[in-house]
């Protein structure tokens, strides 16, 4: 492929990375927002009411919940996503599409980011959606890294293992991050910090266990049985730490889903056959 095209092709992979980011760091927002019972920036504390029975719960007002953009601070972040998917990755798609004797290599990726944009007009409030659109993410940066020629072999079984992991807790999470937002955008006017672990069903406790303890524990494996791999095995730790702090900080779980593309790079560009 000729260059013009690789750049192409990486400028594609850099997008999915940075409007995933991008939808971290808002996931990040509205979970802080959550963990403080919905008082995360309220300025009128009148307009919350402690509910009889239900323990450490809050009501907000509609008045609150309507202005939420002024206090909400990932806002801007996901109209960079949404700009990023629904535009630029289309825009450099069709240009890569017209490389020459290269449609191979380029039709998966136009195929990744068309699955991306079809999965994102629901992901905001459908969790199978969401995961999909996860999924179609780390496929348009695989499939753009394979079109600019950086992928030349599949990783060993067990540093594919690792990849995996780390996709499907992203997976995982944007499923658990779709049906909260679905609750706290609907008709709804509770919001209270256990919904991380009731509204959100089993889709954040899987993102823990697979971010905080397998990505990291089969990158351990991998460096055991191969003796290199440290990048993997780096790349796979900072993912569990994020993972921790990403319910604190929205630059953690921005920092989150940056890593999970660094541990898939990692295993892609790095990683030794075993």
Not at 83 to 106: G, Q
């Amino acid at each position: 492929m000729l260059r013009p095209y690789r750049v192409l092709a990486l400028l594609i992979a850099a997008q999915a990375v940075v409007q995933s980011v991008a939808a971290g760091f808002f996931a990040g927002a509205l979970y802080r927002w959550i963990a403080t019972d919905g008082a995360e920036g309220v300025g009128d504390h009148s307009a919350l009411r402690a509910l009889p029975g239900e323990g450490p719960v809050m009501a907000l007002d509609r008045m609150v919940l309507d202005s939420a953009e002024r206090w909400l601070s990932g806002g801007a972040a996901l109209t960079v996503h949404r700009i990023t998917e629904l535009w630029v990755a289309p825009l450099l798609a069709v240009a890569l599409l017209t490389a020459p004797h290269a449609w191979r290599r380029t039709a998966p990726v136009a195929g990744a980011v068309a699955l991306q944009w079809l999965t994102g007009l629901a992901a905001g409030s459908v969790p199978v959606a969401a995961a999909l659109h996860e999924l179609a993410a780390f496929a348009v940066f695989v499939t753009a890294l394979a079109a600019a020629g950086l992928v030349h072999r599949r990783p060993a079984t067990l540093a594919a293992l690792v990849g995996a992991a780390a996709v499907a807790s992203a997976m995982a999470l944007a499923a658990a991050a779709a049906s909260v937002a679905a609750y706290v955008t609907g008709s709804r006017s509770v919001v209270y910090s256990s919904i991380l672990t009731t509204v959100a069903g089993a889709g954040y406790p899987v993102y823990l266990l697979l971010a905080v303890v397998v990505t990291p524990l089969l990158a351990l494996v991998l460096v055991v049985v191969t003796r290199r791999s440290v990048v993997v095995l780096a790349a796979a730790l900072a993912h569990g730490g994020f993972a921790v702090l990403a319910v604190q900080s929205p630059w953690a779980a921005a920092a989150l889903q940056l890593t999970g593309f660094a541990v898939l790079a990692a295993v892609l560009l790095s990683s030794p056959r075993v």
